[in-house]
């Protein structure tokens, strides 16, 4: 099972600490830290986090799920505790290659998951559907505030009219060199600004603020590129297993646009579940409506639960603090 470390009154609680831990090794020999939670014989969730993020941004669903299920997290190459890769180690195909390394070492084979991706997460699902791996391995997805493309051109970080200027500066800011520095109550309003919705508490800004912060300079920037020129509309197509879309109303980087079009683009939807007045950051902000939805493709695509039952017991848990539309 795992385990909760302790922080100051006030804070948000520590990231749960492993049960086990592995190193899974990449199609291109990047090593990737994987971290496993819960009891091993439990039904198995995979979580893939986003740009800037790491394992410690799943923080919430791991505290969760852990209880019952076989919670397995990884940090993206170059986040957290993975290494750094040179430039040519940055594509969506190497993050689909991570992915499958993570499900061959972390999953016995036939073994069925259900694989959520947050952001650029959501994005790794999409560039690995129809490898070999992911249709071993994959029993239901969730899409979580992610787009396939376009990101930069529907991105609405700075508040103009869209078009060229605002592509391009928006863009350039994004893909900025300039150091984050240390977190300052000025940077956790241009961050909450950025990818958070206005309501969001302090100590939830404070939070993301800690983990985008940590993220390196290189990393940033160089996920940055690839995200800009993102093209995955295949993906979208070749994601056939059970998948459910969950956004917030008020994300400027992935715009609700991107999940709205997902959901009529994927050839199995199973929901598009519009948080109102979230952000980007929506497992932070609003854990109980995503874990919700984890818990509910378990249900139905894991342990066969009838539709109707996971639906409602999904309904309830997420209407507990979020308000969904």
């Known amino acids: 099972m795992s385990r909760l470390t302790k922080r100051p009154a006030g804070a948000v609680a520590a990231p749960p600490v492993a049960a086990r831990e592995l190193t899974a090794v990449s ?15 439990a039904p198995a969730v995979v979580l893939a986090h986003g740009w800037t993020c790491s394992t410690q941004f799943w923080a919430p669903q791991i505290r969760e799920l852990a209880p019952d ?23 969506t195909g190497a993050l689909a290659d991570d992915l499958e390394a993570v ?11 259900v694989l ?15 490898r070999p791996k992911f249709t071993e391995h ?4 969730l899409l979580c505030s992610t787009g396939s493309s376009r990101l930069i051109d529907e991105s609405l970080v ?7 200027v605002r592509t391009r500066i928006t ?3 994004l893909g900025s060199r300039a150091p984050l520095g240390p977190v300052t109550p000025v940077s956790k309003r241009i961050l909450r600004y950025a990818t958070m919705g206005p309501g969001s508490a302090p100590e939830k800004v404070a939070e993301c603020a800690r983990i985008v912060h940590a993220c390196r300079r290189a990393t940033r920037v160089a996920w940055a590129h690839v995200l800009a020129g993102l093209d995955l509309e295949a ?68 342990r066969k639960v009838p539709v109707d039952d996971a639906r409602e017991s999904a309904g309830q848990q997420a209407n507990q603090k979020e308000g969904a539309v």
Do not use: F, N
């Open 27 to 41: 199609a291109d020999g990047s090593r990737i830290h994987v971290e496993l939670h819960g009891p091993e014989d």
């Open 69 to 91: 299920h076989r919670v397995i997290a990884y940090d993206q190459r170059g986040h957290g505790r993975t290494p750094a890769v040179a430039k040519a180690g940055h594509s």
């Open 103 to 113: 499900l061959a070492a972390a999953l016995e084979p036939g073994t069925k998951a």
């Open 116 to 130: 959520a991706g947050h952001s650029m997460g959501g994005m790794t699902l999409m560039a690995a559907a129809g």
């Open 138 to 141: 994959a029993a239901a997805a």
């Open 158 to 164: 700075l508040p103009i009219r869209p078009g060229r």
């Open 171 to 173: 863009g350039a800011i």
């Open 235 to 302: 993906g979208v197509g070749e994601l056939t297993v059970p998948t459910a879309v969950i956004s917030g109303t008020a994300d400027r980087l992935t715009p609700i646009v991107h999940a709205r079009a997902l959901a009529a683009g994927l050839p199995e939807c199973v929901g598009l579940v519009e948080l109102a007045g979230m952000g980007h950051m929506t497992p932070v902000e609003a854990p109980d409506a995503v874990t919700a939805q984890i818990r509910g493709l378990v249900d139905v695509y894991l």
